[in-house]
């Protein structure tokens, strides 16, 4: 049995134990929807199928077993949100094209002493600074390579990939808009018809908490390693043209953002719809006199991901539906 067909047979198996467990204390539906869940976690675990194949098992299996409709679960797969990190997407592979996340990078990692310590807590406050307006995954991905060129030593290596990972994650928190599980509460709250969290305001609250975060998670990552010398890197003193023109946009749609956030009971903000707006600048990048992207470079967005985002949807819906 090879490891694939052995990956399924456990999210099966562990499907139909959990049904069988849970149908004495639940209506069938309800233990049944549990029990796709805990097929698919096995399924997201393992990867014995393709992240977003996986996704994409609610539509077929849902209604298979009862629990909602076809028509129901399909539209949580094309919500109004989903737009709005597609065009995240967008502006994060204008900026990998451009080069402009290692240009950033390298300057902000000039600012720090350049010991471990200091390499570790530029990466974090850089990974987290970019994480906040980008995808926490795709700004771990963008910074990978420069973590990696920074040293030969696999233990630092290790070291600063990690500050990258908690730095995205911290990041990601301090603003709506930087992580997916922050994308899916505003879902769920759009779903119940809760009026949201205004951008300026959830940010107000959140940075304390992550600037904490960063100085923590870089103080233990460097334990061992702190006073440790690297070599000086190596920085682009002028920023090319397509560079200038992401950053520009980014720029803009960062003082956008802020602006449009109402700061009651001062200011009301501008009223736009966050969502059209990330979406309108990712496909900026098509435009003149902007012209980064072609329709091929959407080749890498990871659709994956947007169909992860999905089935959370499809099981928050479906939580609802059946009580």
């Known amino acids: 049995m090879n490891k694939k067909v052995k990956g399924i047979a456990v999210a099966i198996a562990t499907g139909i134990i959990i049904f069988n467990i849970l149908s004495f204390v639940l209506v069938i539906n309800q233990a049944a929807l549990l029990a796709l869940i805990a097929m698919m976690i096995v ?59 290692k240009t950033i990078s390298n300057r902000i990692l000039r600012t720090f002493p350049n010991t471990a310590r200091g390499m570790i807590y530029a990466l974090i406050i850089t990974s987290g600074i970019l994480s906040s307006f980008l ?31 908690y730095g995205a994650s911290i990041g990601g928190i301090i603003t709506p808009i930087g992580t997916p599980p922050n994308l899916i509460l505003f879902g769920i709250l759009e779903n119940l018809k809760v009026e949201s969290i205004p951008f300026m305001q959830w940010v107000v609250l959140v940075l304390p908490l992550s600037m904490v975060m ?71 990048m098509f435009m ?24 959370g949807f499809s099981i928050a819906f479906s939580f609802t539906s059946t009580g």
């Open 43 to 101: 399924l997201w675990s393992n990867e014995a199928l393709p992240l977003g194949v996986v996704s994409l098992l609610p539509i077929v299996l849902f209604p298979a077993f009862g629990i909602v409709s076809t028509d129901d679960i399909v539209p949580n797969y094309s919500k109004s949100i989903m737009f709005l990190f597609l065009g995240g997407f967008m502006l994060a592979i204008a900026v990998e094209k451009s080069s402009l996340h």
């Open 135 to 165: 995808s926490n995954t795709t700004t771990a991905l963008l910074l990978m390579p420069l973590a990696l060129f920074l040293t030969d030593q696999a233990a630092l290596k290790m070291r600063f990939a990690l500050a990258i990972a």
């Open 214 to 284: 960063f100085i923590v998670a870089g103080w233990i990552l460097s334990l061992g390693v702190a006073s440790q010398v690297l070599e000086e890197i190596e920085v682009e003193n002028t920023l090319s043209n397509d560079q200038k023109k992401v950053l520009a946009a980014l720029a803009g749609l960062i003082v956008i953002l802020f602006l449009n956030s109402p700061l009651q009971p001062l200011y009301d903000g501008l009223g736009l719809n966050e969502k059209g707006l990330l979406l309108g600048f990712g496909l900026m």
């Open 288 to 311: 003149p006199p902007f012209s980064i992207l072609k329709w091929q470079d959407t080749k890498k967005i990871p659709y994956e991901i947007i169909f992860l985002f999905g089935a």
